[in-house]
Every structure is written in structure tokens, then in C-alpha cells.
């Protein structure tokens, strides 16, 4: 074993290649990658090689999985209700994040932690516990089967994630900046939007980015409230193809890589400001 | 918008639903749901299931994401791309993970089957309880250990390095560093990483529900997969409730022990 450094500090001498730190590395790195290699491989797979004996690579590459689910199935329909969930539940959990943790972090309100942290919690909690009032609740306003009934669940329940990473982003925003504003005559709206939105802008993308995903990947609620092909997301089309005997997996495999395309391209771009909000919770608000 | 609906599940529990085509309606109180719940066998096992699987998945992902999080912070090139590749299995949707885990565990054409056999004779992953259990454990802790490791990965950089450098210097091993100054540093960040795995495992629902059908028998039937079926397949709104505010007094139960000790150990620490 080498002995450990602070990240902080540069090595000198040229790295080497074979160490423990890098043996183990690469074994993590294979075991976290060899599924999704499966996976998108095996979506180029034809429907006898899917059931035939694995190889490696596929013996005959096609691309039919993918018109398939494109063409024959309503994959394409999923995915842009998907789309139009995940990217309206998140404008509006930044609209009103931003309004929401602007107040808790500027006005003098008292024994706002403890209500955050609650809410957290609450925000935190297995779905089941709301999948059948929530169904009855969309039921009686007539949304079962919309977009409007899961972006409204959706954006309720990714708010006070959002509110406590910009609450905290807001607090270290030195208030002089607001106060030079206010001395120019600007209105507490033009305030936030042209003075605290430039300077929070890591908070909105560590915001923006997890309740993307939440809204891309949940599955229970657009299971139990929207029930008709029409407006079925992604995750549920792909739970619910096949029957119990046979799932066509190079189909489910092609919808698959297509819907986790979108998602991998946000991860890689907003890295940073992923790893920043799962560490944000470590710093105290 | 998120207590309503969890005060109104509890008032469901508590009552009699009838359900007809024109809605449901509350027929008053009554503690029978819970007499049926408490005393099925089905309900037992499910409650028994979901607490066993979430204490040893989540063990196993927290030692291991902290081991993985410690050998990728010696790396001297490429964390960055590490890091993104972590955050793919925590980004994708659970249900593809889990139709990828069936085609993989699949006992004729499964590519684990084909790599197994000669080691150890035909294997049916999904076929018997014990093993439909395990290969849903590791589907999961393939899933979610990343997740943990990159939370622990950013607090093991956050830490102050001039603490540990002293450590050294003052001639402490390595091992020793890390059990007597990183570890306890740690403590928020292990902390958090756990809560989000234990609340997010009591409520396992997706991975049952695609991989396993709940099956063989009821063997992976979690409690949410439970209170899913007893109120959307067979209807019964009211003794669905009651499975799924047991699950929500087991939440609130774990979050309370939490705090407590993570109370008690934050009073001591710092």
C-alpha cells in the first residue's frame, strides 16, 4: 500500500500504472460498466440472438430493435411524454424554488430549519404512502391521464429538495448587491432576477439536474395515474412491455439506450453541480 | 401538497372504503383494515422482507461505496471520468436496470447463467426464493452503490487535508489515519448517504415489480409492491392504505432513530 496524499497536492514524479488504488479502479469501473454494456449492445441484437447463447458482441448487427420500438411500438410517444413532464415539472420547481428559498433565506423568519428539514423528509418518503390519495385527488379534478396530473405531483414533490440547495446558495450571496439594487429603485422581482439568478446559477443547475432525473426515472405515480397509452412516460412503457412469458428485450433494450441517452448527456455535462447537491446536504443550512 | 395527501391515506386506512363507479367514499371509522393487515401472514412477511432487505443492502452498499470512494481518491488520473460513470447507474431508471438484471439472470439465454455453469452447474437465479432475493440484492447494490460512493468521494475531498498531512507527519499510519481522523470527519457525510439509502430502500417498489414479479410465491414482495396490489389490482382502497401507512410508520420510525443518533453522536463528536 501506498501511503495516502491530500487531493490538494500534485505529483511530481510520472504516475504509475500499476497500483493497487488503479487495479481497484478499473475492477469498479468494469463491474459499473459491463450491464450498460450489455445493454446497449444487446439492443442491436436480432430477436434470435437475443435467445440464443451470448456472444460477446452481436454476431449480425441490426438496427431493427430500434424501428421497431420507433415504428411499430409507441416507444417514440413515451419518451416525448416523458419529456414534456420532466422539463415542465422542472421549470416550475425552479420558478417557484427560486421565489420560495429567496424568502427563507432573506426574510427574518424564524425556526425556517427545522420546517425545511421536515419537509425534506416528507419529500423523501416512499411514494406508496400517496399513490391512493394522490389518485383519488387527480380523479376528482378529472387529471388521471394527463400531463398536468404528474408535473403537478412531480413539482410538489421535488420543491423542497430545490428550495434547501438555493436557500443555501442564496445565504452566501452578501446582501450589499441587493441593497445597491434596491437604492436604484429596483423591484424585489428585478432584484432577484438580475442580481441573486447570475450569482446562483450552480444552484439552479444542481437543482434543475436532480429534479430532471427524479421526474425522468419515477415510476410508481405515472403507473397508477396515467393508465392510457396516450400518455404513459418512458419508464412505464418499458415496465409493461411484454407478457409474462416473453419480453421482447431487443425492443425493451432499444427504448431503453434511447431513453438513457438524455439523461447519461445531462449527468456528463452537469457533474459538478450533481455531486455538489448530493454533498449539500452535509452542509449545514 | 405532500402531508395532505399522507393525512388523508391514514383517514383512508382507518375507514371502511367503498368502492362503486361513481368514487369512493369514507363509511366511517373502523380499525378493521388494520386487524386484517396486522394479522395476515402475506403483510408479516412483506414487513419482515422489506426491513431484512434494506439493513443488509444497505450495509453492504455503504462499506462498499466508502471502499470504493477511499481507492478512487488515490487515483492520480481520470477521477473525473470515474465520477461520471458512477452517476450513470444512480441516473438510470430503475425499471430498465431491471429489465437488463432479468435478461441477464435469465436461465436460458442469460448471459450470468452462461458464465456460471461451469463453475457451478446450472444455477436458476430467479427460480427459488433465496437466490430471486440475492439476485435482487445485487441488482440493487449494482445500483446504488455508486450513488454512495460519490457522496462519500466528495466528502473525502472536502476534508481538510492540513489535519490529515499532521497525522502523517506525526508518524500514524495509514490505517490508522483513516479510523482515527478521516472516519469520524466523515461522520455527516456517512450519515446523509445513509438516510437517503434507507428511505429510499423501505420503499422498494420498481425493482420487485419488473424483476421479479414480487415471485416466486411472494418471496421479494416488498410492503410498497403490497399495498400497490392490494389497492390497484384488487381495488381495496382501504386495506391498500393501511399496508402503506405501516410502511410510513416504519420510515418515521427509522427517521427518528436517525436523528436521535445522529444527535447523540453530533453532541459528542464536535
Redesign the interface.
Known sequence: MTESHAPARRRQHRPRLLTVSNLGALLVALFTAAPLYWLVVSSFRGPLEIGAAPTPLPRDPTTANYTDAFAEYEFGTYLANSAIVSVASTALVLCLGTLAAYALARLPLRGTTPVMTALLMISLFPTIALAAPLYLLMRDIGWLNSHQGLILAYTAFNLPFAVWILRNYFLSIPREMEEVAWMDGASPIRTVVSVILPQARPGLFTAGVFTFVACWTEFLLALTLNTSDQYRTIAVGIALFGSQYTVPYGTVFAAATAAMLPIALLVLVFRRAVVSGLTSGAVKG | ??????A??VA?SLNEVAVSAN??RLLGMTGDNYAVVLGSDRWRYALVFTVAYTVVTVIVEMILGTV?AL????????R?W???????????????????????YNG????LD?LVTPFLGEVNFLGTPATAIASMAVADI?KTT??V???VL?????LP??I??AA?VDGAN?WT?FWRIRLPLLR??LA?AL??RV??A??I??LP??LT?GGPGTSTES??LL??RV??QDLD?GL??AV??T??VL?LLG?LIFLRAFRAQVGEGD
Open positions: 401538497m405532500t402531508i395532505f395527501p399522507i388523508y391515506s383512508m368514487g369512493f470504493i481507492v478512487l481518491e488515490r487515483l492520480e488520473a481520470g473525473g470515474m465520477m461520471a460513470l458512477l452517476l450513470m447507474p444512480w441516473a438510470m431508471i430503475t425499471v430498465i436496470s431491471a429489465q437488463l438484471w432479468a435478461y441477464v436460458v439465454y442469460g448471459v452462461a449494482w455508486p450513488f460512493a460519490v457522496i466528495a466528502g473525502l475531498v472536502m487535508g492540513d490529515v498531512e502523517r495509514p489515519t455527516q457525510t446523509i438516510l437517503f428511505l429510499q423501505f420503499g417498489f420498481d415489480f419488473v414479479g410492503l410498497a399495498g400497490y389497492m390497484f382502497f391498500g392504505a402503506a401507512t410502511t410510513t420510515v427517521c
